[in-house]
């Protein structure tokens, strides 16, 4: 069981915009930033957003990151055959003293 | 670009320790604000987070679940970092990634460069 809670799966057709829910609780989402990682099949997961919403460079603009009390979430816009993938969020976490990461989500581009 | 690389056995024995080293290059091991860890993942599973380190040395964090079996270390001068899990079994079985940690993470760290993961199989 994660401390990080995420949908298993999510899906969307391509162009739509999709949303991937994290929720944590007050030692972790609720006072420490959230990232997002995100990883295709068969490769290691990659930085996608850090500190909430920040991008790195080269992660495309469709791809944005919010957080509100103990809560985050991911939005991808336009959504592309080439972000089927698994998304991870993670945050560091007070009482833990460590990182904790959500289940993880596998979006499915229908 | 700094790249990483996991090397070390890809199977071991009940009860024994799985020893793993990750070599950093394209960058430096010892720069400023950079922690060095590990996170693994069982097949098919979720990312769970081992353990990080300072460069230095000085400040180690451990999953609180897996502590008392591990041990993290760093040699700056072979730009490594390495990882023991004593007393192994099946539940360990995962592919291992090493990855470095830019900043503290009660401080907006985050892991931004990883390697690319090396499958480590408890079997006897």
């Known amino acids: 069981q994660s401390v990080l809670t995420q949908p298993p799966s999510a899906s969307g057709t391509p162009g739509q915009r999709v949303t991937i829910s994290c929720s944590g609780s007050s030692s972790n989402i609720g006072s420490n930033t959230v990232n997002w990682y995100q990883q295709l099949p068969g490769t290691a997961p990659k930085l996608l957003i850090y500190t909430n919403n920040q991008r790195p460079s080269g992660v495309p603009d469709r791809f944005s990151g919010s957080r509100s009390g103990t809560s985050a979430s991911l939005a991808i816009s336009g959504l592309q055959s080439e972000d089927e993938a698994d998304y991870y969020c993670?945050?560091?976490?007070?009482?833990?003293?460590?990182?904790?990461f959500g289940g993880g989500t596998k979006l499915t581009v229908l | 670009q700094l790249q990483l690389q996991e090397s070390g056995p890809g199977l071991v024995k009940p009860w024994e320790t799985l020893s793993l080293t990750c070599t950093v290059s394209g960058g430096s091991i010892s720069r400023s604000s950079s922690y060095w860890g590990w996170i693994r993942q069982p097949p098919g599973k979720g990312l769970e987070w081992i353990g990080t380190m300072y460069y230095s040395g000085t400040t180690i964090y451990y999953n609180p679940s897996l502590k008392s079996r591990v041990t993290l270390s760093v040699d700056t001068s072979k730009s490594q970092f390495s990882l023991k899990l004593s007393s192994v079994t099946a539940a360990d079985t995962a592919v291992y990634y090493c990855?470095?940690?830019?900043?503290?993470?009660?401080?907006?760290?985050?892991?931004?460069?990883w390697g690319q993961g090396t499958l480590v199989t408890v079997s006897s």
């Open positions: 990855a470095r940690q830019l900043g503290s993470g009660s401080y907006g760290g985050y892991f931004d460069y």
């Open positions: 993670a945050a560091w976490d007070d009482s833990l003293n460590g990182w904790v």
